[in-house]
C-alpha cells in the first residue's frame, strides 16, 4: 500500500505471473517470493520505491531484475519488491538509446538488452567495444558483474568501456557519477554486484563498427601449446588492427562427438569434424577460437592478414574450419543457439554454472587435475578457456581478479538434465563443482570466482580480499540498510524494530 501511494508513471504488479517470473531465474537453482514487481520508465521510479523502502519499517527490499539470466538467485527478493528492468508493460516506456554519433557514445536505459543497444548503433556505422558473448543481458546486469567475451584482452571488460552512469542508490537518491563526479561511486559501482545503486543509464564508448568476421577455428591436443599460442595472441593487443585478432577464446573438449556443439551452430553441419579421428588416446582436446573484423572494402587483404598470424601457431595443421559473416550475425551467434535449444525443451533446465579467473601460472596445473582429472570424458555444456589481460581492467572497479598480469577464465557451462544418466544430474553436477573447487584449495590454486556465490559473509571477506574494507565502507555510504540486491546474500537487511519506531 506504501508503494501505491507513491504516484509511479510506470507500473506496479502483483499479477501472480509477474511474480511469478521474478521468484525465478535462468540457473532455476533457488525460487524468491517478491511482494510486488515495478515496471519503471524513469530512474525517478526506481527512486521513489527505493526511498519508500528506505524509510520503511517493515523490512522491505529492492532487487533490481533485467534478463533474469543471474544463476543463484541474485536478482531475487522474499520481501520486498523486484524491479524489472527489461521488458516492459503498459503505454509508456524508459528512454531509448541515444547515439551521439560525432563524440561516439551511446547513453542507454539500464535495462536495455545489449542486442538493442547493438542495433541502435549499428544505424550510425558504430557499435561497442565490448561484448559478452550472449547479447540477450541487460546493460546494468553485465556492468555489475563486469561483462566478459573474446574482445576483453584488447578492450578490458565492458565495465571498461563506460564513460558515466546514473544511479538510484540504497537511499533513494539519483546521482550521476564517472571519472570527474562521484568518481568513488562510479568505480564502486562497476563490477559492484548491485550493491551501490541500481543503474538506470550507462553512457557506452563505441568505435566504427565491421561489416564482416572471419570467424575461425583450430584444434590442439597439447594444452601447453593451446595455452602458449593464446597467450601470444593476446599479447599483441597494442598492435595495429591488421596484425592482430579481434577476438580470442577458447573451449575444451572432454567427450568425443563432433564440434558442432551449440557454440558452433553457424559452421556448416554438412561437414562436421569427427573428433575421434584427432582425438588423443584417453585425452582432450582444445580448440582455439578467433576472430577477425573486416569490411567489404577491405576484404582483399583479409586472407592474408589471417595467413601472416596462423603461420605463428601449433595448432593440429588438418584441423582449420573458417567461416565468414556478418558482424551483428557473428555477435549473436549464442542466440541461434538457443532457439535450437528452445525447440528441444533443452532451455528452460537448471544450470549449475561455475565460472573461475585463474592465474596463469597454475593453469596447466588445473588442466591436469580438472579437465583430464576430474570432469572425465563427460560434460553437460560447453567449457571456455580464454586468458585476459589485467592491465585492461580498472583496479578501482569493485571486480577482484587473481594476482597475476595474466589470468584465465574457465567457463564451466553446464545444463543439468532430467534424462536419467546420473552424470548429467543437477547433484552430480553441483557435487563436481564442489570437488573443483576443493581441488583448487588443495593446490592452492588461487582462483577468483566470477558472477560469485557464497552463503557467509566470512566467504564474500576472503572473496574480495584487500578490497573487502573498501567494498563495507562503500556499503555503508550508499546503502546503509542493506536495502539492494539482497539476493547475492553479502549483506543481511538492517530496518529499525518497532519497538524503536515513534509512536
Not at 133 to 147: E, F, H, I, Q, R
Not at 287 to 314: G, M, P, R, W
Request: with cysteine; net charge negative.
Amino acid at each position: 500500500m506504501e508503494i501505491l501511494r507513491l504516484g509511479i508513471d510506470g507500473q506496479l504488479s502483483v499479477d501472480p505471473s509477474d511474480v511469478e517470473t521474478a521468484s525465478l531465474d535462468f540457473g532455476l537453482l533457488t525460487r524468491g517470493q517478491p511482494l510486488a514487481v515495478l515496471h519503471p520508465v524513469s530512474a525517478q521510479d526506481i527512486a521513489r520505491v527505493v526511498k519508500a523502502a528506505y524509510g520503511s519499517n517493515q523490512g522491505m527490499t529492492v532487487s533490481a531484475r533485467g534478463h533474469g539470466h543471474s544463476i543463484n538467485g541474485q536478482a531475487q527478493t522474499t520481501n520486498g519488491v523486484v524491479i524489472q528492468m527489461s521488458g516492459w508493460k503498459g503505454g509508456n516506456k524508459p528512454p531509448r538509446p541515444h547515439v551521439w554519433a560525432e563524440e561516439r557514445y551511446v547513453d542507454v536505459w539500464g535495462g536495455d538488452l545489449w542486442i538493442d543497444v547493438l542495433k541502435s548503433t549499428l544505424e550510425y556505422g558504430l557499435a561497442p567495444k565490448s561484448w559478452t558473448d550472449y547479447l540477450y543481458l541487460s546493460v546494468g546486469g553485465t556492468l555489475s558483474n563486469a561483462g566478459i567475451s573474446g574482445q576483453a584482452f584488447n578492450h578490458g571488460p565492458q565495465i571498461s568501456n563506460v564513460y558515466e552512469l546514473d544511479v538510484v542508490t540504497g537511499k533513494g537518491e539519483v546521482l550521476t557519477c564517472s571519472e570527474d563526479e562521484n568518481t568513488e561511486l562510479f568505480h564502486a559501482v562497476l563490477g559492484g554486484l548491485g550493491q551501490f545503486g541500481i543503474i538506470t543509464r550507462a553512457r557506452i564508448s563505441l568505435e566504427p563498427a565491421p561489416n564482416m568476421v572471419r570467424w575461425i577455428r583450430v584444434l590442439y591436443s597439447n594444452f601447453s601449446a593451446f595455452t602458449s599460442d593464446q597467450e601470444h595472441l593476446i599479447s599483441l593487443h597494442a598492435e595495429p588492427s591488421n596484425q592482430k585478432f579481434d577476438y580470442v577464446e577458447g573451449f575444451v573438449i572432454v567427450a568425443e562427438g563432433l564440434i558442432n556443439n551449440w557454440r558452433s551452430s553457424l559452421f556448416s553441419p554438412q561437414n562436421p569434424v569427427k573428433i575421434s579421428t584427432l582425438f588423443p588416446t584417453g585425452g582432450v582436446l582444445y580448440c582455439l577460437e578467433i576472430a577477425k573484423n573486416y569490411h567489404e572494402s577491405t576484404a582483399q587483404t583479409i586472407d592474408q592478414e589471417v595467413e601472416f598470424l596462423l603461420k605463428k601457431l601449433n595448432f593440429i595443421s588438418t584441423s582449420v574450419f573458417t567461416t565468414d559473416l556478418l558482424y551483428v550475425d557473428f555477435l549473436d551467434r549464442v542466440h541461434m543457439a538457443e532457439m535450437k535449444l528452445r525447440s528441444k525443451g533443452l532451455w528452460e533446465v537448471p544450470h549449475p554454472w561455475l565460472n573461475l579467473f585463474i592465474p596463469s601460472s597454475k593453469i596447466a596445473e588445473f588442466d591436469k587435475g580438472v579437465f583430464k582429472g576430474i570432469l572425465g570424458n563427460k560434460t553437460s555444456g560447453p567449457i571456455l578457456i580464454y586468458p585476459m589481460n589485467k592491465n585492461k581492467w580498472d583496479h578501482r572497479s569493485s571486480v577482484v581478479t587473481p594476482d597475476e598480469g595474466l589470468f584465465y577464465l574457465v567457463a564451466l557451462l553446464r545444463s543439468a538434465l532430467d534424462s536419467g544418466e546420473e552424470t548429467q544430474s543437477l547433484e552430480y553436477l553441483n557435487n563436481q563443482n564442489r570437488q573443483i573447487l576443493r581441488y583448487c584449495d588443495e593446490a592452492g590454486i588461487k582462483v577468483k570466482r566470477y558472477l560469485p556465490h557464497y552463503t557467509t559473509q566470512q566467504e564474500w571477506m576472503d572473496h574480495f580480499g584487500n578490497k573487502w574494507d573498501r567494498f563495507y565502507e562503500m556499503k555503508m555510504e550508499f546503502d546503509p540498510r542493506h536495502i539492494l540486491a539482497s539476493g547475492q546474500r553479502i549483506f543481511t537487511p538492517t530496518f529499525p524494530s518497532l519497538s524503536n519506531m515513534p509512536s
